[in-house]
């Protein structure tokens, strides 16, 4: 089932999200759902606070297939890198971030196993956007300098970097 992506300034979009006790039923549906929602936008990643659900659940799919991650922690990050970012809360909104070039994340699979991903490039700016939407924080507040940002009316080449 496709959701329903709410729009910034909502405020659900700054309210930090609740850990999730249990991996039940219903957020593997939550999480099957978000991700039919991501691929159909088209995004690459999707924190469920921006379909109004205020839990620590995210998905994401750089293009290998999707994979979802529940109580995500960073553990370790280093290095730097700018990507330019979009989000589907911000239609048509884009701007240059840096964030850590690599990171390692704990965090729950679907299955309700304890997962280590260990990532750079592309990926770990998008889990990086995703577990900020966790926090209430989007990308437009890490960009460093407010001329950069831009608005860009939708294109199909600029979709694939909507997170
Ligand atoms: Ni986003």
Redo the contacts with the bound molecule.
Sequence with gaps: MILKIIKFPNPVLRKKAKPVKKVTPEIVKLIDDMIETMHAAPGVGLAAP?VNRSIQVIVVDPGAGPLALVNPKILEKSGCQVFTEG???LPGVEAPVERASHVKVKALDRDGQAVTIETDGFLATILQ?EID?LAGIV?IDKVKNPALIKYVPRTQEKKEEL?
């Design positions: 921006q989000c589907l809360c956007h939407h990308f997170l």
